[in-house]
């Protein structure tokens, strides 16, 4: 079964600072693709960055960037220089075989100013 | 592009009443998707389409029920309504990925039901 999990329920982190959440997740297909959701307290899910499995280099989306480590199913999110705005729930989600999304239950980041 | 959209985007209901979420894209979609969120939790699938005429279960589809006649419309229908089913409802869809898997799947913006 695949299994997505987020060990980090709440974080903090000081404006400006470097922060990094924490993924790991389970599937036995070889080709799947991995996201970041970003869910602020208006509670729209926007995507934050997204990585396909057979691309060995991490994404990067301005200050978002992830570092996939694929034999060890690893899929964490770095958010650098981090604003007030960045506070908000963050999932984790894999989607692979052929329609389901697996999701995390979600790290909160509170951005302290 | 509007991408999903959803509408209402609240509505209080009461115990027994009936009521549809509506939902539709406009990205050409196959893929559709309701989820319900429950305060602090996270989402979990309800119904799902794999195209116009085609739906199935999710994990917690009790009390629910879906069609998609079209591939831009999946409404959802809540009879008669419970305190259970108090929760933030979203709609969402995708596309299949080329190696395998689901692209990336948009969300709209959610309905607030609240069950009394």
């Known amino acids: 079964a695949q299994t997505v999990t987020q060990s980090q329920p709440e974080m903090s982190v000081q404006e400006a600072e470097t922060v990094t959440l924490s993924c790991t997740y389970d599937t036995s297909e070889s080709n799947y693709y991995l996201f970041w959701y970003k869910q602020p307290p208006s509670r729209q899910m926007i995507l934050v960055i997204r990585?396909?499995?057979?691309?060995?280099q991490n994404a990067t989306e301005n200050r978002f960037s992830v570092n996939f480590q694929k034999a060890a199913k690893s899929f964490s999110l770095k958010i650098s220089d981090s604003q007030l705005g960045d506070t908000a729930m963050y999932f984790c989600?894999?989607?692979?075989?052929?329609?389901?999304?697996?999701f995390g239950t979600g790290t909160r980041l509170k951005v302290l100013a | 592009n509007a991408g999903v959209t959803q509408t209402p985007k609240f509505r209080i209901l009461k115990i027994g009443q009936s009521m549809t979420l509506q939902c539709t894209q406009d990205m050409n979609h196959n893929y559709m998707y309701w989820y319900r969120q429950d305060p602090g939790m996270g989402l979990k699938l309800i119904y799902y389409s794999v195209g116009a005429g085609i739906t199935d279960k999710g994990e917690v589809p009790n009390g629910y029920n879906v069609s998609r006649s079209t591939t831009e419309d999946f409404p959802l229908r809540l009879e008669l309504a419970a305190p259970s089913q108090t929760s933030v409802y979203f709609c969402a869809s995708s596309t299949p990925g080329t190696s395998g898997g689901q692209e990336t799947q948009y969300f709209g913006p959610g309905t607030r039901l609240l069950v009394l």
């Open positions: 990585q396909e499995a057979y691309k060995q």
């Open positions: 989600a894999c989607s692979s075989g052929t329609y389901k999304y697996i």
